[in-house]
């Protein structure tokens, strides 16, 4: 569900200097959820893994391809998508569910792709495919698809703004969503202000090890040293972060 507010965009432009996979590490400090979900599965994979990570909110959908719509095709959706860009405490990343069984079309191609850049959106996932791969790179576009179909077949939007489900999680419009070449994971809003700074942390603390590992000398028992002070620094982290801790 959506925030009572959003992060700033100096949090947010903060948050995509990390990895997502770092993200999700410091995630798990907080103790907020189990460290087995939150994450999509591997079948959703970035279309473009050399663009930079990106953040922004759910703006979620509902897709179809197989049979003709009742009205209207998927260009005419778009205004309503647009307009919910404007209910969402951020910039948009567009989730779509595509509902058919096998997926029968693509979701996107150039035109959306470059309507919602145009509107402010960060990216675009669904569990569904894409098409116009190429014109979608270059106007530097990133998007998370579970692969690529030449055709658009009878493409049109079901419902705007509904739960979705994407790589084995259940997405809710207006959640706070981190993806890169590794995956997309969201986050929650209850700790999002507080995760780019547990990035930075983190980040040092890992730096201990790769620092020993550049030595000109190194050994199994001075690994073992910088990894025990790794660990040190991580588990104070997560104490101080760690809701369980507190009453």
Same mark, same amino acid.
């Given at each position: ?32 959820? #189990? ?33 003709? #719509?009742?009205?209207? *095709? ?16 951020? #910039? ?70 509904? #739960? ?10 207006? *959640? ?34 790769? *620092? ?19 660990? *040190? ?15």
């Amino acid at each position: 569900m959506a925030a009572s507010s959003g992060l700033t965009t100096t949090q947010l432009a903060e948050l995509v200097k990390y990895d997502t996979p770092t993200v999700c590490n410091v995630i798990e400090l907080f103790d907020v959820r #189990p460290r087995n979900i939150g994450y999509m599965n591997e079948s959703i994979k970035a279309c473009f893994p050399q663009m930079p990570p990106i953040a922004g909110y759910a703006l979620t959908s509902f897709f179809r391809s197989q049979a003709p #719509p009742r009205g209207g *095709d998927v260009y005419a959706s778009l205004t309503k998508q647009i307009e919910g860009f404007a209910s969402l405490h951020g #910039p948009p990343i567009v989730v779509f569910q595509d509902v058919d069984a096998p997926i029968a079309a693509a979701t996107f191609g150039e035109v959306m792709c470059t309507t919602y850049k145009a509107f402010g959106a960060q990216g675009l996932i669904t569990s569904g495919t894409g098409r116009d791969l190429d014109q979608v790179e270059r106007i530097g576009f990133p998007c998370f698809t579970s692969g690529a179909t030449c055709a658009h077949g009878y493409s049109h939007i079901l419902a705007v703004g509904v #739960p979705v489900v994407v790589g084995g999680i259940t997405v809710y419009q207006g *959640d706070l969503l981190h993806a890169d070449r590794n995956g997309v994971t969201t986050i929650p809003h209850e700790v999002a202000s507080e995760v780019a700074g547990c990035c930075r942390e983190f980040a040092a603390a890992e730096q201990i090890i790769f *620092d020993y590992l550049k030595g000109a000398k190194i050994s199994a028992a001075g690994f073992e040293e910088a990894r025990r002070a790794c660990g *040190d620094a991580i588990d104070s982290l997560s104490k101080r972060v760690c809701r369980s801790n507190r009453g």
